[in-house]
C-alpha cells in the first residue's frame, strides 16, 4: 500500500519537477541579477530627476529603501544612493532622462524573457516593441512607488495640520504612524501582484497571481533581515574589499531576490494549471481585456433571441 502510493506521488510531481527544470530558474536568476544591477543606478538618476518634480525629500524615499534593502547593502551604499537621488534637476522630460529610463528597463526585458520560460512560453520576437513596453511598466512602477511615497511622506504632515484644527483624537496621529508600515507592506503586495500579472505573456487570472506576490513578498522581507546572517558567515571574505564587496555583496542579494521571484511565478503557473488548465500565451494585458469583453458581450443573448 505504500509503495502504491509512493509510485502516485512520484507519478504527480514528475511532470511537476521537469517542469521546473526546465524553466531554468536558477540560470535565469543569475541573468535577471545582473541586468538588474546594471538597471538599478539609471533607475536611481532618473528618480533624481523625479523628486523634485513631485517635491518629495530624499530622507522620505530612503526609509522605504532602508526597509526593503538589507542593513548591510543599505550602510554601504547610502553616500551613492543620496548622490543620485540629490542630484536631480526636475529635467523628467529631458533627453538625459528618458535615455535613463530606456537602459533601466533593460532589466524588466530580461526579466520578461525568464518569467516567460517559467510559464514555458517563447517571448514575442519583435524586440523595439518589446522595450517599448518594458520602459512603460518600468515608468508605472515607479510612478506607483512614487505615489506610495508620496502619500505616506506628505501624509503626516496632513494629518498633523488637520487634527488639531478639527480637534481630532490624537489617536490618530499615533494610528497613523504605527500602520504605516503594514499599509506600506499591504501596498508592495499589490505592486507585486501587478508585476506578476502584467510581466508574462501568458493569459493568467488575477487571483492565481495572489500566491505568488504573498511568497515574494514575504521572502524579499525576510531575507532583508536575515541577509546579514548569510554575509556574517558565508560572504564575510567579500566585505573585506570596501566598495567592490558591496557591489559583490549587492549582487548576492540580487540573485536572491530574483530566485524568490521566479520561483513565485513557478507557484503561480502551478496554480494557473491547476484551476483553469493549460496556460496560453498572450500578445498582451491591453488585447486580452478587450478580447474577453468582446466575448462576454458576443455570448450575452441578444433581445431579438
Not at 528618458?98 to 518569467?115: C, D, E, F, M, Q
Not at 571574505?237 to 559583490?248: H, K, M, P, Q, R
Not at 530566485?259 to 488548465?277: A, D, P, Q
Amino acid at each position: 500500500m505504500n509503495k502504491k502510493k509512493i509510485k502516485r506521488w512520484q507519478t504527480k510531481l514528475q511532470p511537476i519537477i521537469e517542469q521546473y527544470q526546465a524553466a531554468n530558474i536558477s540560470r535565469n536568476a543569475v541573468v535577471v541579477a545582473y541586468y538588474a544591477l546594471l538597471s538599478i543606478f539609471p533607475l536611481m538618476i532618473f528618480l533624481g530627476n523625479l523628486l523634485p518634480l513631485l517635491d518629495l525629500k530624499v530622507d522620505d524615499v530612503l526609509k522605504y529603501i532602508k526597509v526593503l534593502v538589507p542593513a548591510s547593502i543599505y550602510h554601504n551604499l547610502l553616500p551613492l544612493i543620496k548622490s543620485f537621488l540629490t542630484n536631480g534637476n526636475g529635467g523628467l522630460l529631458s533627453i538625459g532622462a528618458l535615455v535613463t529610463l530606456w537602459s533601466a528597463s533593460k532589466g524588466i526585458v530580461n526579466l520578461r524573457k525568464s518569467v516567460n520560460d517559467v510559464y514555458g512560453i517563447k517571448t514575442p520576437q519583435n524586440a523595439l516593441i518589446s522595450r517599448i513596453i518594458s520602459v512603460l511598466l518600468t515608468l508605472v512602477f515607479i510612478l506607483i512607488m512614487m505615489a506610495l511615497v508620496l502619500a505616506f511622506g506628505f501624509g503626516q504632515d496632513i494629518l498633523n495640520y488637520v487634527v488639531p484644527r478639527l480637534q481630532l483624537p490624537p489617536l490618530i496621529l499615533q494610528l497613523f504612524a504605527q500602520l504605516r508600515l503594514p499599509v506600506a507592506g499591504i501596498m508592495l503586495l499589490i505592486l507585486l501582484m501587478l508585476l506578476l500579472y502584467m510581466i508574462p505573456n501568458a493569459k493568467l487570472h488575477f487571483r492565481c497571481i495572489l500566491p505568488g506576490a504573498i511568497l515574494t513578498a514575504a521572502g524579499w522581507l525576510i531575507l532583508a533581515q536575515v541577509f546579514a546572517i548569510y554575509v556574517r558567515y558565508f560572504a564575510s571574505s567579500v566585505t573585506s574589499y570596501g566598495a567592490i564587496g558591496a557591489f559583490i555583496i549587492l549582487m548576492f542579494w540580487l540573485d536572491f531576490i530574483a530566485e524568490i521571484l521566479l520561483l513565485s511565478s513557478f507557484v503561480n503557473r502551478l496554480t494557473e494549471e491547476h484551476f483553469y488548465g493549460e496556460i496560453k500565451p498572450s500578445k498582451g494585458k491591453v488585447r486580452d481585456f478587450i478580447e474577453n469583453r468582446q466575448q462576454k458581450k458576443d455570448s450575452k443573448p441578444s433581445a431579438n433571441d
